[in-house]
């Protein structure tokens, strides 16, 4: 069992930067790969970024690369996105994601979640 609290979020003008922590509990949090999702009203949730269990691989969505960098500190049982270059179409309830073995893009594939964290992006 692992449970995921994320934190970080708030509102921001366009072309500021955040970051994001997801803080996961037990002491396995290093056999996980990490996601990052997000969801805009009236939207499906969305991939932006994953990062393997060792951190030597990470993956971004189209529409965040070269702007959000994710990373993890596994002593700490810690994931983070940091997003800079911020858009108004940033703006989404940001959700972390843990699951087993490899990294994925679908939602689906993520067995564990956090509650969220909203993230508001001003023009």
């Known amino acids: 069992q692992v449970q995921l609290v994320e934190s970080g979020g708030g509102l921001v003008q366009a072309g500021g930067s955040l970051r994001l922590s997801c803080a996961a509990s037990?002491?396995?949090?290093?056999?996980?790969?990490m996601g990052w999702f997000r969801q805009a009203p009236g939207k499906e949730r969305e991939f932006v970024s994953a990062?393997?269990?060792?951190?030597?691989?990470?993956y971004y969505a189209d529409s965040v690369k070269g702007r959000f960098t994710i990373s993890r500190d596994n002593a700490k049982n810690t994931v983070y996105l940091q997003m800079n270059s911020l858009k108004p179409e940033d703006t989404a309830v940001y959700y972390c994601?843990?699951?087993?073995?490899?990294?994925?893009?679908?939602?689906?594939?993520?067995?564990?979640w956090g509650q969220g964290t909203q993230v508001t992006v001003s023009s």
């Open positions: 990062i393997t269990d060792s951190g030597g691989g990470t």
């Open positions: 994601a843990a699951r087993q073995y490899s990294t994925a893009v679908s939602p689906g594939a993520y067995e564990y």
């Open positions: 037990g002491r396995t949090f290093s056999r996980y790969a």
